[in-house]
């Protein structure tokens, strides 16, 4: 008498990604490359994972198990990057993601607009929000803060006033400010900073263009041109933190016109 003999094929090669919660299929319907809301029980359907540009980063195999898990199935040596990078989106799913004999790394996220927004930072080791402690224009325009929530701005004076044409110079251009227009498709009229005095208070003026070393304003209102002659400091408040920040050896954190203190920017990386 012959006992059957059962043939088992090793699939070391291969990783399993499992996605649980009730929102674990719309999570996975919006990265990959398949409605995974119709996922039936009795198939197994290929997905993609895809870059913004549209490259292949991974292929998977989705199996559903239960109305909401999902099980995706890939070669093992794409495990831990699908993964790390399938959990930076994950953060406001209700759904969990787990690979099966893997411990995820440290979960690493960005940026300003995420942590602005954000309702919760559970499971998150380090939040990359570059421009979070100054803010600027440009993330005032997008709804990650408002302009008074901005606290980086560069110290100006007014060197040439000119009345017919309605126009004034100052001493602060590219290489002070940064030549970044910020949110212009947004605010087409961005231009290239807004004016403060120095005690913080809008003016109503925005630099129009820059050149190397300096700025202009343009306005037909004669009343705010007397206002600012030649020797006039003003504030000017950024459009991109960032960039400024980077093109400057200090900061004088200040309140007011009265210094408090001065900070080196340790530049390099």
Excluded at 229 to 252: D, F, K, M, S, W
């Amino acid at each position: 008498m012959h006992r059957p003999i059962a043939d088992i094929t090793p699939l070391s090669h291969l990783g399993v990604l499992a996605v649980r919660g009730v929102e674990a299929r719309k999570f996975l319907g919006g990265q990959l490359s398949q409605d995974v809301l119709a996922l039936a029980a009795d198939r197994v359907e290929l997905a993609g994972l895809h870059s913004p540009q549209g490259r292949v980063l991974a292929l998977l195999r989705l199996v559903a198990q239960g109305p909401n898990d999902v099980l995706c199935v890939l070669p093992r040596e794409l495990l831990t990057d699908t993964l790390a990078l399938l959990r930076k989106f994950l953060l406001r799913a209700k759904a969990t993601l787990a690979a099966a004999g893997i411990v995820p790394p440290s979960l690493s996220l960005g940026s300003t607009p995420t942590l602005t927004h954000v309702d919760h930072l559970d499971g998150i080791d380090e939040v990359r929000a570059g421009n979070y402690v100054f803010f600027d224009i440009a993330q005032a325009t997008i709804g990650s803060c408002t302009r008074e929530d901005t606290v980086l701005s560069v110290l100006a004076a007014v060197v040439h006033r000119d009345r017919g044409a309605g126009k004034l110079i100052l001493d602060a251009g590219g290489i002070a400010l940064s030549k970044d227009r910020g949110a212009v498709d947004l605010d087409p009229a961005t231009g290239y900073g807004e004016l403060l005095d120095l005690d913080g208070r809008e003016l109503g003026l925005r630099l129009d263009s820059l050149s190397q070393e300096h700025g202009v304003v343009t306005t037909a209102d004669a009343a705010r041109l007397d206002a600012l002659p030649v020797g006039a400091r003003v504030r000017i408040r950024v459009n991109h933190a960032c960039l400024t920040a980077a093109q400057h050896a200090e900061y004088v954190v200040h309140e007011g016109t009265r210094v408090l203190d001065r900070w080196v920017n340790h530049r390099g990386w």
